[in-house]
């Protein structure tokens, strides 16, 4: 087992730890267990996903993080689509146009960060000739 990523935010802590395959996960969660912690989240992550490029929720507002959160709840990214601005509005009293620039400036931070994780080669691929 070992750390892979550690942050500070909002007076807490975020610890992310890779395991062993093999290792008794059983176990493991029983340590995590023990220690004094408000929370452990714990998922699968596979070998695509280790290679993504991590996004620090705090480089959020905590406006952005909240209407983004609520949005992906809600469905606003499924396809098809189940809620609306609109509905998102509604539900944080405020128009849709201020909803529209939130959930804007979080998507703006967050490709912003996965472009500048794409090495040179990708980003080389990504353009288009524009000799039409």
């Known amino acids: ?39 452990a989240r714990v998922r699968d992550v596979s070998d695509e996903e280790r290679s993504a490029v991590p996004v620090d929720p705090a480089e959020l507002t905590a406006v952005q993080r909240q209407t983004l959160l609520r949005a992906v709840e809600a469905g606003y990214y499924s396809d098809p689509r189940e809620a609306t601005l609109s509905d ?14 939130r959930l804007h400036g979080a998507e703006a931070t967050i490709v912003r960060r996965v472009v500048e994780g794409m090495d040179r080669e990708d980003r ?3 353009r288009f000739d524009q000799r039409e």
Not at 88 to 101: G, I, N, R, T
């Open 124 to 126: 080389s691929m990504t």
């Open 88 to 101: 998102l509005a509604a539900e944080f009293d405020v128009s849709k146009s201020a909803v529209s620039q």
């Open 1 to 39: 087992m070992g750390t892979n990523d550690a942050s500070e935010r909002d007076g807490g802590h975020t610890i992310s730890i890779e395991i062993d395959p093999d290792a008794d996960i059983a176990a493991v969660l029983g340590e995590i267990a023990e220690l004094d912690v408000d929370g």
